[in-house]
């Protein structure tokens, strides 16, 4: 609630909500007026005159004509609530997991990062609805109850109890007859339908399972149908499925067991205040339209007391889906800009370097299975060298990169970086958004900040002309373009942007052709760009003129890196975890 005060949304959902109160409040005056109006009814029944039944019915449409336009109202201003509050909540989540370097480190979070989509869009979208539900649902409920429990002890004096020829009444005797038995319903339903909200948070997680694996499949039907990899696929899917049914079965066998309770309870409301209220109406004190009043007045209690009762079940629902959208916005502010590491030992601060280049003090990253650090204290890169990591294996320099970037933070050490507007990352596999071409290539910054022919050039550069006229289709790109054209968006989008450092994660999946334009490119375009590389070729001999080597050590024999160190070689060994 506090986050939603605090948001731009709150104008919109406060005025809506305000609108709805006095539209329930509205509503209720009215039930209470129809209420009135069945003893006036019942008792023009019993007198038998047409003329005054005439009268009564149309004092009935007048009441229901007005109770309809506050129904249909109320339908429409709390379906614009849950849309408010839907389009909020997403939002937020958004915004939270969008910010920098999040959905990265939440992806690395183990069970709290899983299926973060269901929790934004399945998990945002039922919570929204379910609370504006629940909530004008249970605020109807208790104007109904205060207006109706008044009325309901006014017209319980007209039940008068008789014992060996003396009269008495029981103050409130309805109205304590309706808590009664609303209790006793409600007690009975928590009983038999605590179990549900267990049941119902763990469907949430297999259902996220089933959907995410596939998506999976989906996604790699290609690789699937050239391995023959359908008979396996589908054993993980049957047990996928295999979990969602089995969940399935017990929260049937849940909702069963607590549908003895709900249903048999209102069936037993049908007669249970005719009979409550019958020695009133036996006994000649009460007529039969105060007989109906009563009935209705004591099924407007307890139908108020039992929204528990009718909504148990969906509550069930509403908080575990709260507890999972509460887990995962508390758990992407506690990631802030934290990083992600291995073992936990420490955090590795990352820092702006106060010269504008790349510098590792005392760096000691931890590994899943070790620790890897710098023989000389200080290493420092400057403006436009080429330096080449080299390691084996080759996740380890991987690992370097991501620090680099703020996305590993277990170790020691400080890293000093360039600035970040100075800066490209280009990843071994180019990621390509869902938009248009344009705005692809010119990824992450909006297409609209760049000159239609600086793209066009930028394209022909590297050897992507014949795109051109496609610019401007919104389009599967990763899955239209074939890798040498994924790989030359990524050196469009250097040329585009230009940066002063960049960071090449790894180029030996690029062909023989791409390897040299990308020679030819920071020869020309981007010859003062620095550039920090993970991998190289005999078509790049020469390009990096220093060597960064990661090795390892341990039980006596020392790896060798699995790149040449040409010039000014700093080893990094890796020393295993105690």
């Not at 989509?117 to 104007?143: C, H, I, V, W, Y």
Request: include cysteine.
């Amino acid at each position: 609630m506090r986050a939603l005060c605090r948001s731009r949304y709150r104008a919109r959902v406060g005025w809506l909500a305000l609108i709805l109160l006095a539209v329930v409040g509205a509503n209720t005056y009215g039930q209470v007026r129809l209420n009135a109006w069945s003893g006036s009814f019942y008792d023009t029944l019993a007198q038998r005159s047409f003329w005054a039944l005439g009268n009564e019915l149309i004092a009935f449409l007048v009441i229901v004509g007005g109770l309809l336009t506050l129904v249909v109202s109320q339908t429409w201003l709390q379906e614009m609530i849950k849309l408010r509050l839907r389009e909020w909540l997403t939002h937020d989540l958004l915004d939270r997991w969008m910010a920098p370097r999040r959905a990265y480190l939440i992806s690395h979070a183990g069970e709290l990062g899983v299926n973060p989509d269901q929790r934004m869009e399945e998990d945002a979208r039922a919570l929204a609805d379910l609370t504006a539900s629940f909530a004008f649902g249970l605020l109807q409920s208790t104007l109904l109850l205060f207006t109706f429990v008044g009325v309901l002890w006014v017209l319980s004096s007209q039940v008068v109890f008789q014992i060996d020829k003396q009269s008495f009444t029981v103050p409130g005797y309805m109205v304590w007859c309706a808590l009664l038995y609303a209790a006793a319903g409600s007690w009975l339903t928590w009983l038999v339908g605590r179990p549900l909200i267990r049941l119902n948070a763990e469907k949430c997680a297999r259902e996220a399972d089933l959907r995410f694996s596939l998506v999976r499949a989906h996604e790699s039907a290609e690789v699937i149908a050239l391995q023959k990899g359908e008979r396996d696929e589908r054993t993980i899917l049957n047990g996928r499925v295999n979990g969602v049914v089995n969940i399935g079965r017990e929260i049937a066998g849940g909702i069963a067991r607590l549908t003895w309770i709900t249903s048999g309870y209102g069936w037993l409301a049908l007669v249970v205040p005719v009979v409550v209220a019958s020695p009133g109406y036996f006994g000649g004190a009460m007529s039969l339209g105060g007989l109906m009043m009563v009935v209705g007045a004591f099924n407007q209690v307890q139908q108020s007391l039992r929204w528990f009762v009718d909504n148990f079940a969906a509550i069930a629902t509403w908080r575990a889906t709260l507890l999972r959208v509460m887990a995962f916005r508390d758990g992407l502010d506690r990631m802030g800009a934290g990083g992600h590491g291995g073992d936990g030992s420490g955090r590795i601060a990352v820092e702006a370097h106060p010269e504008g280049k790349l510098a590792f003090k005392a760096l000691s990253l931890a590994l899943r299975d070790g620790r890897a650090e710098f023989d000389a204290p200080v290493v420092e890169i400057g403006r436009g060298e080429r330096v080449l990591i080299a390691s084996r294996p080759c996740a380890d320099k991987a690992t370097l990169l991501r620090a680099i970037a703020g996305l590993w933070s277990a170790g020691e050490g400080t890293i000093q970086v360039p600035p970040g507007h100075q800066t490209m990352f280009v990843p071994a596999r180019p990621y390509l958004p869902l938009a248009t071409l344009r705005a692809t290539v010119t990824y992450p910054d909006a297409a609209a900040e760049f000159e239609d022919a600086a793209v066009h050039v930028a394209l022909a550069r590297a050897g992507l002309g014949h795109l051109v006229p496609r610019l401007g289709e919104q389009e599967r790109w990763d899955k239209i373009l074939t890798p040498e054209e994924q790989h030359g968006i990524a050196f469009a989008r250097l040329l585009l942007h230009a940066p002063r450092w960049v960071f090449l994660e790894d180029t030996s999946s690029l062909s023989r052709e791409h390897q040299l334009l990308m020679r030819r490119i920071f020869a020309d375009e981007l010859a003062q760009a620095t550039v920090i590389g993970c991998a190289t070729s005999p078509d790049l001999a020469g390009f990096y003129a220093r060597t960064i080597a990661l090795r390892r050590h341990g039980a006596g024999l020392e790896t060798e890196a699995d790149e040449p160190a040409p010039t000014a070689v700093i080893p990094l060994r890796k020393v295993a975890a105690a």
